[in-house]
């Protein structure tokens, strides 16, 4: 055995943003010298490709065009391994520390292992500091497994030794399972490390996909184990168990700050921003703390936010801005060459964006009616072929118009996106402005007099919502 055991870590990817960037750093940052990063890549239609092409400290990339599923995928990774040991991160996911991987190595060297596991944190997906719930493990022999035991199996890190056991393509979710079987079998020196190894965010599986992992996991089970379904019930109830940190949070330090949700940035004047090359500008108000607060996928250091609406003055104790105001700001001599207007068609809209920039090339791109993925699915293919640093006004309603601005994040290098809702109604005079009281404290009530039904409904819904996530503590330390 080596001095210094390599170590090779795996992660498959597709569709990676925006959290890929957040794993990548968490490998780099493992102070442990003597590392592979082995990065499966399967054809994404986000930028991806170009965010691992930028990290040059990724040691091999492999393109996987033929892989059934994610385990296919590994399997194909396992192969390209050069290390002493071998385990896995998730695109999604982040090292609990930065000396994990020191801590595996000498680990690795005064115990000999063939396979090691420790613990796992599972977060919220938008907000790694909010644990849903926490999955201890301890030092078990092959025979737990049949009372519906299993480590978490992002924990693992198996020897170089193990290398010829492959994940079963016959499974999409729950082949995993059959792994830890198989290697547990096979492994003569298991170790169990007694700290955590990972925060995972969660996956939120749908309940289709829920009753094929139980279905899986009977068909394995079955496989190993006499009484099949009396293992697999065992093995839903020690889940269970889980949830029993449920809402705790994770202690901050200088290694997770990196990746913690920072406080969000706010802004008064569009300008303040515009030179920048990435960005996103959306309206801190009560429908963004519904529909959008760690709920929508931003990367928070492109995420900036104006004070609008009653809240503002309550939680900020910031003068409320509409956001027409924020629209006539920008300078029309900026640095950016395009104007894109996302919104559905109305001719004083576009009237008005082409007039306010009428020495910047523009171009409209129309949104059809329906929820977030039905616009994104329909408008893709034209925003593939917006220019760099362009200026990118979306005239949708919350939280459609954040969900699609960060799909546009995904996608783009470099872009400038403006959530402005109604507010182009307001400057094109398509709508009449509110009188000066609405328009500072109860502009929304204003709003129903058009559309009184659907509006009346969301701004009711959004109160409760608004009051079921503060009484949970959702909107500390924004």
Not at 107 to 123: A, C, P, Q, T
Not at 265 to 284: G, P
Not at 325 to 337: A, E, R, V
Not at 399 to 411: F, V
Request: aromatic share 14%; glycine share 4%; net charge positive.
């Amino acid at each position: 055995m080596r001095k210094n055991p390599k170590i090779s870590i795996i992660t498959v990817v597709k569709n990676g943003m925006p959290f890929l960037e957040d794993c990548l750093l968490s490998f780099k940052k493992q102070k442990y010298k003597y590392k592979e990063l082995i990065v499966v890549y399967s054809k994404s239609e986000d930028n991806t490709l170009d965010i691992l092409m930028k990290n040059k400290f990724i040691d091999k990339v492999i393109v996987d065009e033929n892989s059934s599923n994610l385990y296919s995928s590994i399997n194909k990774g396992i192969l390209s391994c050069k290390g002493d040991l071998i385990g896995i991160l998730h695109s999604d996911d982040i090292f609990y520390s930065d000396d994990i991987l020191n801590k595996i190595a000498a680990n690795y060297i005064k115990n000999k292992f063939d396979i090691g596991y420790g613990d796992i944190i599972i977060s919220q997906k938008n907000n790694l500091s909010k644990v849903i719930r926490t999955w201890t493990s301890s030092l078990k022999s092959n025979k737990s497994f049949k009372y519906g035991w299993m480590p978490p199996h992002t924990s693992l890190f198996i020897s170089n030794d193990l290398k010829n056991l492959h994940y079963s393509n016959k499974y999409s979710i729950s082949s995993d399972y059959e792994y830890l079987i198989k290697v547990f079998k096979k492994s003569k020196k298991k170790v169990y490390f007694n700290f955590c190894t990972t925060i995972m965010r969660t996956g939120g599986l749908s309940n289709a996909k829920l009753f094929l992992k139980f279905k899986e996991d009977i068909q394995i089970s079955k496989k190993y184990f006499k009484f099949n379904y009396i293992v697999i019930l065992l093995k839903v109830i020690r889940k269970l168990y889980q949830f029993g940190s449920f809402n705790k949070s994770i202690k901050k330090n200088k290694y997770l700050i990196n990746f913690f949700n920072s406080k969000y940035n706010f802004i008064t004047n569009t300008n303040q921003i515009m030179s920048r090359k990435k960005f996103i500008l959306s309206a801190f108000n009560m429908a963004f703390l519904a529909y959008v607060h760690n709920k929508i996928s931003f990367n928070r250091k492109s995420l900036f936010l104006w004070p609008d609406g009653i809240l503002s003055k309550l939680l900020l104790k910031k003068k409320k801005i509409p956001g027409r105001k924020l629209l006539s700001q920008i300078d029309n001599n900026g640095d950016f060459k395009n104007v894109y207007l996302i919104s559905s068609f109305n001719t004083k809209n576009i009237s008005y964006i082409k007039k306010k920039f009428s020495n910047k090339r523009f171009h409209f791109i129309e949104a059809p009616f329906g929820n977030s993925e039905i616009i994104f699915n329909t408008i893709k293919i034209q925003l593939v072929n917006i220019k760099p640093n362009s200026l990118i006004l979306l005239g949708i309603p919350t939280p459609k118009q954040e969900e699609i601005a960060s799909k546009i994040s995904n996608i783009l290098s470099s872009f400038k996106i403006i959530c402005l809702g109604g507010a182009i109604s307001y400057n094109s005079r398509e709508t009449e402005i509110p009188p000066k009281f609405f328009e500072t404290y109860f502009e929304s009530i204003w709003r129903l007099q058009n559309d009184t039904f659907r509006r009346s409904s969301r701004l009711l819904l959004s109160i409760l919502i608004f009051i079921k996530r503060s009484f949970f503590g959702e909107y500390k330390n924004m």
